[in-house]
């Protein structure tokens, strides 16, 4: 690729005669180039004077400027220690003349020219620190390190903070660095000695690049950014700044870190302690408390900077300024702190590059991102302008018109003409950014609560733990007026009220949430809709706050992605953690935000019960196959890998069947074929079956444990042989003898809906063809019906039903229904519906097919069958509404106006009378059909048939 320099564009010199004089000290430029060095040193004092002092150099680097960079740097690396200071500012020197010659004729892009500034500062740290660790082990005051260490600093690293850490230094830029040493190099009698050392090197390294001299200096360098600079040594250990930010750390903090990076030092200690501070950068939740943070952060800025001012062009800060740089970059900044904890592809230092990411992401729109973009650019420009006039470290605009016409001239355009453009860009900037912002708490107006509504209760709301903060009680004031405004408007405001207030009283903060209400007023739809319609959805609300990010996603009103996704999405959430509890912790924020995406869905009428039901099956089912390799994984740190096949986890009941309610248990057994593998290889080997038990134990417990995030779901393996009396896991050698010789007819109907939905794929083979071929053997139809009676009977006598609401247990409701369907798959037999290879019938696992298999069998009438099934999808669209809307057995007098309203259209009635008629009326039917059914089964059966 061409090195050459192609010149766009050309400074004016405001002092011609200046300019022509400089220009005639650099011999063998081409014309361009003139007029390039002309303009330059005629409008930049600073320019001019570095022209003269590289002027037999700056000629020939012009011709190949990054070929001339690149040997600059070579020099450097190539300086003996007391020729550190001289050399690397004749460096600076040469990298400041070459880039602002090559920003100004516009050969270069904004990024080449701060890339080439930054890289440099970077070069300069890592030289200066080295040279500085290897004089003190070779005076040996680092304990326990050797010459060997120098190439890493002896563990300590220099972190880049804020432009150079982004990679967007300017000319005048002093350089924000961290220095931090890893600990743990050092052995714990050497540790103060050491931190005594790394003290005195980083000192030294800044006196290095600091230090005026008669050459100049490098950089001038700012430390203050590290952990409470007032009271910290300037290097300090990485545990020390780790425990600081865990417990002390804030929001500009927060800020600072995005654009951090290690560059100079130990690098890879450097990100190995960055990699430990995500957590405290990036939130798990969507953090627009940091709205307000950063906002009060701009006030303070413009009250003690006093740049709080109107707009106007002379001696306008273009960065701290209304409309500054700073503004885009809080405007940035503050967007990926809110969004960048759950969206990795946010966490980008580049101020215009976030831009870009965030408008990628939805989260602003592509037109705001151009011209905040074309802005920034613009801006950087003109300060890097401001500061090549006098390598002075300020970023305003001059005041006198002098100093305004050297800006213009190395613009290359009319001073009028430049402030008019920077005035509009300042203005348009502050317009893009400041509504974004959360206002100045202002006196909101006492909201008058209709005659209806207890003033009581928003009388007591004070008083509530989410409320006792300050913040969180100033943020909730001015959410109010709009809350209890919608909360009157609602069919029963008073119902409304108290449904709220129960929200409220569970909530252990409030700060997050309240100000994810105040950024996004469209929530407090949501949150109304839901306190007033299910009770149990707004408990899990109180306890669960986190999950309304999901809503701000962008994608949670988006159609159902389906099961291999949703394994595919849980896999990557496990993923970014490394440490076990971490990922159980994480698969269980992932699955309570799409157990309420079901759930709102639900809840709105998007969906219907069926439809919920099979949603809450598939992520169910998605947790347990991607949770399961690591339970495996874990457990096999210290007891090896699984001996034998490994394990396959089979679903049984409503989950075998692809279909639970929103607080359904989770039916599953644990199989395992040993291959005559004996015991484990691992540090602590186990013998198989020990083995077995004890990590389907630890899946459980993954499943099940209360840990900070809550319980993925509760777990029932009473469905395996032997009950609870029997290990938690079954051999295949002896789950397949039992089932073939041992089991009762109960659990051949329960065999019905098994299926292998995670672990050894052969084996969960292995288990469906035996499943069929178990299920596909010949059996009396009589003796099976006469067990299902019986069976009826026993669950009739243990437990009755709680209501007319509850459409699950009792005669003629959703479990009777489903015993009649299995007995219809179990009794399927060979060579009649849906043949598959050997005229064997797939056995179906859902009650319709279930009942279909009996009709063919001729031992269910068809229309009984059609009744049968409209009843059972009438009862399961109740019982999921119900399970929605209370954690407890529905009553009619707790219902509510939202619930009765709720329940009644998701089974697609108008009023609740109507409703409990007709599933009085279809209980009483389908009981009469069942037990009809049933007792002429009975009457054929012989009187010594036994039940097995």
């Avoid at 393996?717 to 029997?726: A, V």
Wanted: hydrophobic residues 40%; negative net charge; contains cysteine.
């Amino acid at each position: 690729m061409s090195d050459c320099l192609h010149i766009t564009r050309l400074p004016r010199p405001y002092d011609a005669a200046l300019g022509a004089e400089t220009r005639d000290l650099v011999a063998g430029l081409a014309p361009e180039e003139a007029e390039l060095i002309a303009g330059t040193a005629g409008s930049s004092p600073y320019l001019r004077r570095l022209i003269e002092q590289e002027a037999d150099w700056i000629g020939g680097a012009l011709g190949a400027p990054k070929s001339a960079l690149a040997e600059i740097f070579a020099s450097c690396r190539s300086l003996a220690p007391d020729q550190l200071k001289p050399g690397l500012r004749q460096a600076k020197r040469r990298v400041a003349l070459l880039t602002a010659l090559c920003d100004l004729c516009g050969g270069w892009s904004l990024e080449e020219v701060t890339g080439a500034l930054t890289d440099f500062g970077a070069l300069s740290a890592d030289v200066a620190i080295k040279a500085e660790i290897a004089a003190l082990i070779r005076r040996k005051k680092l304990p326990g390190l050797d010459e060997a260490e120098i190439e890493t600093a002896g563990g300590l690293s220099i972190l880049a903070m804020g432009k150079m850490g982004a990679h967007e230094l300017n000319y005048s830029s002093d350089i924000d660095l961290i220095c931090l040493f890893d600990e743990t190099r050092f052995e714990p009698d050497a540790f103060f000695e050491a931190r005594q050392s790394m003290v005195r090197a980083t000192r030294n390294m800044c006196a290095t690049l600091s230090d005026r001299t008669s050459d100049g200096y490098v950089f001038r360098t700012d430390l203050r950014l590290r952990p409470d600079p007032g009271v910290t040594p300037v290097c300090l250990a990485m545990e020390a700044a780790e425990r600081y930010y865990e417990s002390l750390g804030r929001t500009w903090e927060r800020a600072a870190y995005i654009k951090a990076r290690p560059c100079a030092g130990d690098l890879a200690a450097g990100e190995a302690f960055l990699k430990t501070l995500r957590p405290f950068v990036w939130r798990r939740h969507l953090d627009f408390a940091a709205i307000q943070d950063a906002h009060d952060m701009r006030l303070r800025i413009r009250e003690n900077k006093g740049t709080g001012g109107p707009i106007t062009v002379p001696g306008h800060d273009m960065k701290l300024g209304r409309g500054g740089i700073r503004e885009i970059e809080f405007f940035t900044q503050t967007r990926q702190l809110i969004a960048g904890g759950r969206d990795e592809s946010l966490r980008l230092r580049g101020t215009v590059e976030g831009l870009h990411a965030l408008a990628a992401r939805g989260w602003i729109p592509d037109d705001v991102a151009a011209r905040l973009s074309d802005h920034y650019r613009a801006h950087r420009d003109v300060e890097h302008r401001i500061q090549m006039v006098h390598d002075a470290q300020t970023h305003r605009m001059p005041s006198a018109e002098e100093g305004i016409a050297r800006v213009a001239c190395l613009m290359g355009q009319d001073p009028a003409e430049l402030q008019r453009d920077i005035h509009r860009r300042l203005v348009e900037v502050h317009e893009l950014t400041e509504d974004f912002f959360a206002p100045d708490a202002a006196a909101q107006p006492r909201p008058e609560l209709p005659v209806e509504m207890d003033e009581s209760i928003t009388a007591r709301w004070r008083t509530y733990p989410a409320l006792r903060s300050q913040r969180g009680a100033q943020i909730f004031e001015r959410l109010k007026p709009d809350l209890l405004a919608r909360l009157s408007r609602t069919a029963k405001p008073a119902e409304s009220l108290l449904a709220l207030d129960g929200f409220l009283a569970g909530l252990p903060a409030g700060v997050q949430l309240f100000s994810l209400f105040e950024a996004n007023p469209q929530l407090l739809d949501l949150l109304v809709d839901i306190v007033g319609t299910s009770p149990a959805l707004a408990g899990f609300l109180s306890r669960n706050s986190g999950v309304f990010d999901a809503v701000i996603g962008g994608s949670f009103f988006e159609d159902w992605p389906g099961g291999a996704v949703l394994c595919q999405e849980m896999e990557a959430v496990l993923d970014l953690e490394e440490d076990y509890e971490a990922q159980l912790d994480g698969a269980r924020r992932w699955c309570k935000e799409w157990h309420f995406r079901i759930g709102v869905h639900h809840l709105r009428g998007l969906i219907d019960g069926a439809t919920a039901g099979a949603q809450y099956g598939e992520l169910a089912e998605a947790v347990i196959k991607a949770l399961l390799p690591r339970v495996i994984r874990q457990f096999s740190v210290k007891h090896g890998p699984p001996p034998g096949s490994g394990p396959v986890v089979v679903a049984m009941g409503s989950l075998g069947a692809g279909q639970i309610n929103a607080q359904s248990d989770l039916d599953i057994i644990v199989i395992y074929d040993p291959e005559e593998v004996e015991m484990s290889e691992g540090r602590k080997p186990l013998g198989t079956r020990a083995y077995y038990a004890r990590l389907t134990q630890a899946l459980i417990t993954g499943l099940s444990a209360p840990m900070s995030q809550g319980r993925l779901y509760e777990v029932d393996m009473r469905l395996r042989p032997s009950g609870n009396i029997g290990p938690v896991a079954t051999s295949w050698s002896a789950y397949s003898h039992y089932q073939q010789s041992e089991a009762w007819v109960w659990e051949h109907l329960a065999l019905t809906r098994a299926r292998g939905i995670a672990g050894n794929p052969a084996l969960q083979q292995r288990f469906e063809t035996f499943r069929r071929s178990l299920l596909a053997q010949e059996r009396e139809v009589p003796t099976v019906l006469a067990e299902v009676a019986a069976m009826r009977q026993r669950l009739a006598a243990a437990k009755r039903p709680s209501g007319v609401w509850d459409a699950k247990t009792g005669a003629g409701r959703m479990m009777d229904i489903e015993l009649l369907s299995q007995a219809g798959a179990l009794l399927a037999g060979r060579g009649s519906l849906d043949s598959g290879a050997g005229g064997e019938v797939a056995p179906s696992r859902d009650v319709v097919g279930g009942l279909q298999q009996a009709v063919a069998r001729c031992w269910l009438d068809a229309a009984d069958a059609r009744r049968l099934h409209q009843s059972y999808d009438l009862y399961w669209s109740v019982q999921t509404a119900a399970r929605l809307i209370s954690q407890s057995p529905l009553l009619q007098e707790n219902l509510g106006e939202g619930g009765a309203q709720f329940l009644c259209s998701s089974a697609g009635f108008d009023c609740l009378e109507d409703l409990e008629a007709a599933l009085e009326a279809a209980y009483r039917g389908c009981d009469a059909i069942i037990a009809q059914t049933l007792q002429e089964g009975v009457d054929h059966a012989e009187p010594d048939r036994a039940g097995r």
